[in-house]
């Protein structure tokens, strides 16, 4: 039996729990909790948007999956997504629910950094489902979890993510236009082999490519010379607005500010994180049910990890140069962007195109003139921000690189029709 180390118990969270039944109710906070949890263990510890697409990936699909046998309103992920095949049914009496957040627990062990704050939330909800005890239905619902998560543990190992970590560090080009380190710490490329992980529902990452055909030049009257006056013009003329709404989506996780010589860390959540803050907040606005809140998590987490996926080939392939480095060099040697420049080559946004993605799956659910308010950073004193929909978050997101002066116009544009590409044919492929 697990050891309880606190108690907090919600009167209301005293239900009468059945086994194996098809409209289980229980509060969708219990699982809002878990990817809250996430958010803030990333944000401690500084992941980079990259690998946090894989840690919220795994996990969500583990709890989905288990969810995907109790709700006829889901259907299982497995058969659908590359390499994941179908997974086994509960052989005896589980309360499916305790199974889901069983399932993502495990996961999220051999993910996360953070175990011991896992393992406190878990003891903790262990409490709420403990009257299923004494029938046996608890262990089995435990043991059923685990068993999908050894299976989703075993899949996540097959992604080639563990060969990346062992291919050859990337080396600058000396072709003209290419990325080079940014200032102000002139960091090395990251995870530059990221394209090269298993995606989830795209047969290859070209389908969804977008070509970056502006010829690179020097030439103060060419195409490329304008793109990156533009970037310069808009930093220098930023309203009051623009400038909430950059530092709004920043989202860099991993900052050193400077005092003197002195690197003084500042941790943030990524990308990811401020969607997965949008779909709890949501979530608990529209008292959506525990099955539902799981679905919204789990595709967008697919959209998320795929739409990355894409830009992150484009990113490396067409390796871009960023617009801090071409103005510096040919516009203005003293410019600094508003925001710091993320150590990566330049087309597409990945921020543009991993929120389109994930606002195309929202939309999918809630409708496409949803409208709410993000509270996300309001604890840290930058306000709240209010959409009519999700699409319009997205494009906001995309607005906010190019107020930030981290991107050219090209780049967030095309990302953002990205990420709406790839997040229709992830309702298609998956039969949302």
Known sequence: MILIKKIIIPLFVWLSFGCNEKTKIIPNDYFISWNDLTIQTMKTDGINPVLATRIYLYPNIAAYEVMAHAADSLTPFSGKITGL???????NKINYNWAAITAYYKVMLKLNYREDLYHDLYENQYLYFQD????????NSSDYGEKIANVIIKWAEDDHYKQTKGMPYYINSEVPGSWVPTPPEYRSALEPHW???RALTIDSLTMFSQAFTVDFSE??????YNLARAVYDSSINLKEEQTKIAWFWDDNPDLNNFKGHMPVPRRHINPTSHWMSIIGQVSRKEQLSFAKTIQLYAAASIAFFDANLVSW???YHYNLIRPVTYIQ?????????????PPFPEHTSAHSSCSAACASILEHFLGDEYTFTDSTHYK?????????SFSDAAWEVSLSRYYGGIHYMTAIQQGNTQGKEIGKHIIKKLEL
């Open 313 to 315: 080939y484009d990113k």
């Open 380 to 388: 840290i004193g930058l306000g709240t921000r209010s959409f009519d």
């Open 329 to 341: 060099q040919h516009i203005d040697p003293k410019w600094m962007p508003l925001l710091v420049t």
């Open 85 to 91: 095949n179908s997974l086994p049914a509960p052989e």
């Open 195 to 197: 394209g090269k992980l």
């Open 219 to 224: 030439d103060s009257a060419s195409e490329f």
């Open 132 to 139: 299923l005890y004494a029938s046996g239905i608890l262990k």
